[in-house]
């Protein structure tokens, strides 16, 4: 099972991008997915998680500007960023909760981050 994260980049202030993480592998079923990020000197921080179901929880601090969906059919999410900020730069990672083929439990899995710099 693998998670493949792509859609980083740089991009000046109030502008946007778009993250997609795609699951791939012996997947039996996917229950949550969602974003983290990274900036140097800090903890990884939940951005946005969305339930197989489609509930979505936001970190506070972008709550408003990003929006996180996925396409159950094609064990996809993504992670719609607007109004960036400076303070959004950061590594993003996805995550997601998966039962491989023949598995018992859900486990969680990350993709590889992706750079997201918001400079001008």
């Known amino acids: 099972v693998q998670l493949q994260a792509s859609g980083g980049g740089l991009v000046e202030p109030g502008g946007s991008l778009t993250l997609s993480c795609a699951a791939s592998g012996s997947i039996s079923s996917i229950n949550d997915m969602g974003w983290y990020r990274q900036a140097p000197g800090r903890q990884r921080e939940l951005v946005a998680v969305?339930?197989?179901?489609?509930?979505?929880t936001y970190a506070d601090s972008v709550k408003g500007r990003f929006t996180i969906s996925r396409d159950n059919a094609k064990n996809t999410a993504s992670l719609q960023m607007n109004s960036l900020k400076p303070e959004d730069t950061a590594v993003y990672y996805c995550?997601?909760?998966?039962?491989?083929?023949?598995?018992?439990?859900?486990?969680?899995?990350w993709g590889q981050g992706t750079q997201v710099t918001v400079s001008s």
């Open positions: 969305i339930s197989g179901g489609g509930s979505t």
């Open positions: 995550n997601a909760r998966i039962l491989r083929r023949g598995g018992f439990a859900f486990q969680p899995y």
